[in-house]
Structures are given as C-alpha cells and as structure tokens.
C-alpha cells in the first residue's frame, strides 16, 4: 500500500451544481483535516469510515466555500486505502482552489487513472475489472455499457476463472496419464482430454467472436448511400442526421464530394456516405465525384441504394439493383419521395433487395422507421451464449490462449506425450492469467491506466 496522498477534481470542468474533489492515502486525513473545518468540530480522522460531515473549505481563517466530506477507511474504500471525498459547489475554479490547498497541505495530483490503479494494486479489482472501469466511463451504448458491467462485477471474471480451471484439472489429469503410460483416460476414470480442450476452445471462440460483432457495431459499420442525381440521398442524409448536413437543391449533381456524418443509432455507430450520383457526368468535377462515389461503394459495410418513386426506373436504376442482389454485401432499398405520385415499378425494385422500405426523406416522422431499418440491417441482434470483454488487451489474452489450447489439441491428435500437451495447456493457463492482470509487467499495467481520465 503507497503512503503517498494523491488527489485530483473528480467532476467534469464547468460549471455544475456539484463538484468532487477525492483524495486517497495514508495520511490522507491529516491532509484534508488542514483545509477543512466541520461546523461540529469533528475531525476527519475521528469519523468512521461511510459516514459525512458539513463544513467548509478553508485557507487559513478564510472561508473558500461549503463543503460535504465523505470518509471512507481501509481497506473498504475504492482504492482501498484510507479515502476522503470533498463535495463543493461546482465551479472549476474553487474546484482548483481546493486542489491546491490539498496539494499545498501535502498531498500531490493523481496521474491519470492513479486511483483505479490503486485499487488494482492493492487487490480491489483485477486488471480486466479496471479497464471495465474506463469503459463504463466511455460508454456510448447499451451493448458496451453491458459488456463492461458483466467485467466489472466479474460474472466475465468467473467464467474465464472456470475454463482456466478446467484446464488445470486437465493438466492434473495428464500428469496422472504420464505415470500410467499404458492406460488411457477412460480406463483411469478421468475426463476425456480431447473433450476438454474442444469444449474450453469452443468456449474461447465464442468470446473472441461476440466481442468482435459487438466491436464492429460500436466502431462504427460504414455505410454508402448511392443512387442516381436528385433522388434525394443529401435529403435522407439530412433525414438522419437530424440536421442540414448536405447541400440539397433541385439541381443534379450538386453532391460533388464524398460527404461524411456519424450518426448514432440505438446500439451501433454508422458512418455515413453520402455520394455524388451515379450517372454518366456532365463535367470534369462530377466524374471525379463519380469515381470517389465508386470507391466508396466499393468498400462500404453496408449499401443504402436510394430510388426516387415519382419517376419511372431507368437503365441506371437497374444497374444499381443488379449491383446490390451480385454483391451479396447487407443492402437497404430506399424508395424515397412517396409525397409525390409512385410511377416508378417498386415491385421490380423489391425483387432485388431483401430489405426494402417506402419514405418522404422531408418527413422527419420517417426518421425512426429509417433508422430502425439500417440498424436491422447493419448490426443484427447478436445472439451469441458468451462472457463479454471489455477491451483489445482482453481480446489479446483469450486469442493467446486459444491459439494455445489448439495447439494441446493438435499435439494430443497426433500422438504426443501427455507432458509436451501438459506444457502448451500450461501456456493457456497463464494467457488466462494475463485476463486478470496476473505477472502483469509495469509497461502493460501503465499502459491500461494512461488512457484513464484524471480523478478516476
């Protein structure tokens, strides 16, 4: 445990109601006791742990601001060190005020992430629960607020702590078939070891498998919207954008360039292009329009083909539809302008897309039924039965340890001896290891916690 007392402003910098300022240390009620002042006279250092106390922040004999002090004791605190959080009014500037009497009281700011550093530390939380920390703090979705909650509360802790186990006991077990060469698992009554490992690997795929979609749909799936000039494609851009992003007018061609928005649908991110329309063009900056418009198409996730309804389908509409069914990559059928009379053929046009939906792009009511529609078709519901990690370093630690326990199986299949099995199982067991941060070296441990945020 450090004896060294760090602080920093916990809170955002503007203006609030509210602003927190936590320290944590040994000496961390001395510290504090110097720049607060209960109105009952209570010392901090005399208050149990979870309990408050009214006063104000002082400097000398002036009077900073109000203040509510929580005291938290070892080892049941956040970092599990002796803690103490000051909650004052939310200005940033007496929140920096009193970060200074801390620190002019003996106390030094807290680099970033240093107090879930602590905790890791000091056995509060393994590193995967830390790292799940920062990604609650960086949620943007359900799908990932989920994904950190299951690391943090360590329901994805037990379930790589029960293949790691499965695969010690298997070791156990192989040991035992290297003393009696002569007989086999089945014979000595234990577990089958191919078994074993098909399960635990099948186990570990899964979880590489889940985290890669759910990865993907949070990163963002980018996503083309093409079709020819005026159907109206800067219009559903607009649509989902929720404001004025593209130029729109009643001229064709006026998209020129590949315009890009990110857009955040209920679960997942889009990155969105909108491009120059696909026609023969009319001049030398439309054809380059027209070639990045092509090169985008090219390598988008998913094809938003827009069509305009009150015109009839021409040659160039149906070289789009032909394009999308050969493709086989995830395509929408946008069929737009339904305020006006339909004289284009929709049935012909859903004769090519398995997705296909009928929208005013100026009605912002179509916004959600728009919406719904991409995100059904850019980022299905993942139904995978596996554990959810929370970070690439994860990721890295059970890839590490499938690629391991592939490699026991193919020893096992070819005949090996039970010890040259035993030692690449073992290999497995500790990339497990590394899930939890176990003989973690000092240049992974910084590198987890130098993407924290000051004060957390």
């Known amino acids: 445990m450090t004896t060294d007392v760090i602080a920093a402003i916990a809170t955002a910098s503007s203006p609030a109601a509210i602003s927190a300022v936590r320290a944590s240390g040994a000496a961390v009620f001395d510290v504090c006791g110097k720049i607060f002042r209960s109105v009952s006279g209570e010392e901090l250092r005399d208050k149990k742990g979870y309990t408050a106390a009214f006063g104000h922040i002082v400097d000398g004999d002036e009077t900073i601001d109000e203040c509510v002090a929580l005291v938290y004791r070892a080892p049941k605190s956040y970092t599990g060190e002796d803690c103490v959080e000051l909650f004052i009014h939310g200005s940033s500037y007496v929140a920096g005020k009193a970060l200074k009497l801390l620190c002019a009281s003996g106390a030094r700011v807290a680099e970033p992430g240093e107090f879930t550093k602590r905790a890791f530390l000091n056995g509060k939380k393994d590193l995967a629960q830390a790292e799940s920390v920062l990604a609650v703090i960086n949620a943007e979705s359900d799908m990932t607020l989920r994904a950190a909650n299951e690391n943090l509360d360590g329901r994805t802790g037990n379930s790589i702590a029960h293949f790691s186990k499965r695969l010690t006991d298997l070791n156990a077990s192989l040991a ?84 890009e928005q990110k857009i955040r649908l209920r679960g997942t991110t889009l990155r969105l292009f909108d491009t120059a329309g696909l026609r023969t063009a009319a001049s030398e900056a439309e054809s380059i329009g027209i070639r ?65 939906i009928v929208i005013c792009a100026n009605d912002p009511e179509d916004a959600d039924r728009l919406r719904d529609a991409i995100e059904k078709l850019a980022a299905p519901e993942i139904h995978i039965d596996a554990p959810a990690i929370a970070s690439a370093r994860q990721r890295g630690c059970v890839e590490e340890a499938l690629a391991a326990v592939k490699d026991a199986a193919a020893s096992l299949s070819e005949g090996f001896p039970p010890d040259v099995t035993a030692v690449l199982i073992d290999g497995a067991i500790r990339a497990l290891g590394s899930y939890f941060g176990r003989d973690a070296s000092e240049d992974v441990v910084n590198a987890v916690f130098s993407n924290f945020c000051v004060g957390k």
Do not use: H, W
């Open 292 to 356: 990045l418009a092509k090169k985008k198409l090219e390598s988008a996730d998913v094809i938003l083909a827009v069509f305009d309804s009150s015109v009839a389908l021409d040659t160039e509409d149906t070289k789009l539809c032909e394009f999308c069914r050969a493709d086989k990559r995830p395509s929408l059928a946008i069929v737009n302008k339904n305020d006006l009379p339909t004289l284009a053929d929709t049935g012909r046009i859903k004769e090519y897309f398995d997705d296909y």
């Open 176 to 259: 035992v078939l290297a003393d009696y060469p002569d007989e086999d698992a089945a014979s000595l009554k234990l577990p089958d070891p191919a078994q074993v490992l098909a399960t635990v690997g099948l186990g570990l795929s899964k979880i590489i498998e889940k985290y890669d979609l759910e990865n993907r749909a949070e990163k963002g799936v980018t996503a083309a919207l093409c079709g020819k000039p005026n159907v109206g494609k800067s219009t559903v851009m607009n649509l989902l954008a929720g404001f004025e992003r593209a130029i729109v007018t009643a001229e064709p061609g006026t998209t020129r360039d590949v315009v």
